[in-house]
């Protein structure tokens, strides 16, 4: 009663403000999804590992959590696109986005910097062209380039571009910081003149040779050889090859160097970046030296190193550039000399036979950085999730699975 007089809402008016049950769900799936969008964009993303290039650290169908925020959220660089998917529709090889508006890249304050040895999603530096088509996202477009050709790749394959933000994600280790000097000699790795870390889980080829007896192994051993009755090749976590140079019937255990130094790959398909084997006789077990690009740093460029920088001048810091008669032009100036505009970083698999990383691609920027991986929460073999499950890696660090 108001006033003394009573008061009433008509019965049409309660219905008309009455939503719908489907108006209701309709409502909640759109916040969900602005939600879940603006979460993936700004603060953690899910990824699964799809390949065994980070075993044994990590494994096929292990699904990540990766913190947008430990190294600054990158702000979206391509924004008409398709919430809660990278760069393809459901179901189908059509692109997710439209490329019609791009932003500059931005990047907000992060809770710290890319550390060496951090285990790091980005973006593929070679992703900017890709071949696709259900079932062919493996192939690498600029490795098929080399061995098929350029004109017959493209008419075998659907080939497509990418701006740097939907290019497909990648996860590899950070071995090399901007301004390190890295080096690989023997498959092992050296920054700045000392040996690198070797995690115990990290997997290297090993020949084995033994007394005439196959070594007693599990399913967890991998063969990758048989050379002949008394000599295998391995593929051994260092933990692993330890053990099995214990073994009885076992004579040695040493990492299996395909080429040595100074010798570079006879086929295309094996050829390491900068690609070119006139300058640079490197191969994946014997590498460099080489020093990762600094921003603000100045390199002078001759016809020797130029093949180093190529892609960083023109791809990743949107220059010109003109090579004639051993003379370079920038942006339509001559140069003897380039300044980096990013930090680059050198990122490799923990597998290291079967890592296609910057030893195949060159130098990862600054942009490409999507986040650090930060633990496991979810993981199973290939019997799939009910039947396989991996319960001791479920809601496990990064750090604490690779001790």
Known sequence: MLFGKK??????????????????????????????????????????????????????????????????????????????????????????????VQWKYHRLPGLGRVERNDVVVFNAPDGDTAITGLGDESLDYYQVCRILGRDETYSRYKIVTHPVDKQENLIKRCVGLPGDKLEIKDALVYVNGQAAVRFPHCKLNYIVHTNGTAPATDDNIELTQKINNSEYIYNLASDQAANMKKAVNVISAEPYIQYPAGVSPATPGEWVFPLDTTNYKWNRDNYGPLTVPMEGTTVNLTSQNIALYRRIIRNYEGNTLEEQNGKFIINGKETTSYTFK????????????NSLDSRYWGFVPADHIVGKAMCVWLSYGDGGMLADMRWKRLLRGIHSLEK
Do not use: C
């Not at 769900?25 to 964009?41: E, K, P, Q």
């Not at 993303?45 to 990766?66: C, K, Q, R, W």
């Not at 990013?342 to 036979?353: A, K, V």
């Open 342 to 353: 990013m930090d680059y970083y050198w990122m490799m698999g923990d597998n290291r036979h």
């Open 7 to 100: 008061t009433s809402t008509p019965q049409n008016s309660l219905v008309e403000n009455k939503k719908s049950v489907l108006r209701q769900w309709l409502d909640a799936g759109v916040f969900a999804i602005i939600a879940a969008t603006l979460i993936r964009t700004f603060v953690f993303e899910a990824y699964a590992i799809p390949s065994g290039s980070m075993e044994g650290t990590m494994l096929i169908n292990d699904h990540l959590f990766v913190s947008k925020l430990a190294y600054g959220t990158r702000l979206p660089i391509t924004p008409l696109a398709l919430p809660l998917v990278h760069n393809t529709m459901p179901f189908t090889d059509d692109k997710s986005y439209s490329d019609a």
